[in-house]
T-cell receptor
Framework: DQQVKQNSPSLSVQEGRISILNCDYT??????FLWYKKYPAEGPTFLIS?????DKNEDGRFTVFLNKSAKHLSLHIVPSQPGDSAVYFC??????????FGAGTRLAVHP | DGGITQSPKYLFRKEGQNVTLSCEQN?????MYWYRQDPGQGLRLIYY???????QKGDIAEGYSVSREKKESFPLTVTSAQKNPTAFYLC???????????????FGQGTRLTVV
């Protein structure tokens, strides 16, 4: 039973446009949400997070939106750059910092 | 430099052998985790530890064992009971215990284990 789902395995976006990556979760106990970026054969690197008391968090080109009633979060990257091409994982946490990850979305940003 | 180190980067194991993956952190983090990544899948939690001498099973603990004798170290043993051990293994650490702190987890560079 997947508690965290990223339903789009891949996304292709033109450079300069907006990339929107989506994530859905089922466990209402989750209260902390994170996005990670991962290159092949490397460990994920932290990108941005949001707690359940907020509905938006922005850091430069990256914005995370949280819709608690829908149990949905999204990551917006604008403008998208070729260096953003990677696999993006969403992760949900709640209680004792146990993080549950989604399956990832592979983003390709092309010229 | 503070960080989390996994070794070795590549590891080959014969069927039926146990093998131990190393994970060390000098970030003074209380919590440490082991994840496994398979192609096309997310990171699945194997074991996690919130404090020295204590650890809990994750979602796929069968065939694995861990120890947490020191704050800095959280080795993972892949035993012969693990039916499909070939995968990319990731270790992570984070601040905070008891659910009081919400912080990100920092990951090592991973160990790719191949059973031959």
């Amino acid at each position: 039973d997947q508690q965290v789902k990223q339903n789009s395995p891949s996304l292709s976006v033109q450079e300069g446009r907006i990339s929107i990556l989506n994530c859905d979760y089922t466990n209402s106990m989750f209260d902390y949400f994170l996005w990670y970026k991962k290159y092949p054969a490397e460990g994920p690197t932290f990108l941005i997070s949001i707690s359940s008391i907020k509905d938006k968090n922005e850091d430069g080109r990256f914005t995370v939106f949280l819709n608690k009633s829908a149990k949905h979060l999204s990551l917006h990257i604008v403008p998208s750059q070729p260096g953003d091409s990677a696999v993006y994982f969403c992760a949900c946490g709640g209680g004792y910092n146990k993080l549950i990850f989604g399956a990832g979305t592979r983003l390709a940003v092309h010229p | 430099d503070g960080g989390i180190t996994q070794s070795p980067k590549y590891l080959f194991r014969k069927e039926g052998q146990n093998v131990t993956l190393s994970c060390e952190q000098n970030l003074n983090h209380d919590a440490m985790y082991w994840y496994r990544q398979d192609p096309g899948q997310g990171l699945r939690l194997i074991y996690y530890s919130q404090i020295v001498n204590d650890f809990q099973k994750g979602d796929i603990a069968e065939g694995y064992s861990v120890s947490r004798e020191k704050k800095e170290s959280f080795p993972l043993t892949v035993t012969s009971a693990q039916k499909n051990p070939t995968a990319f293994y990731l270790c992570a650490s984070s601040i905070g215990t008891g659910g009081q702190t919400r912080t990100e987890a920092f990951f090592g560079q991973g160990t790719r284990l191949t059973v031959v």
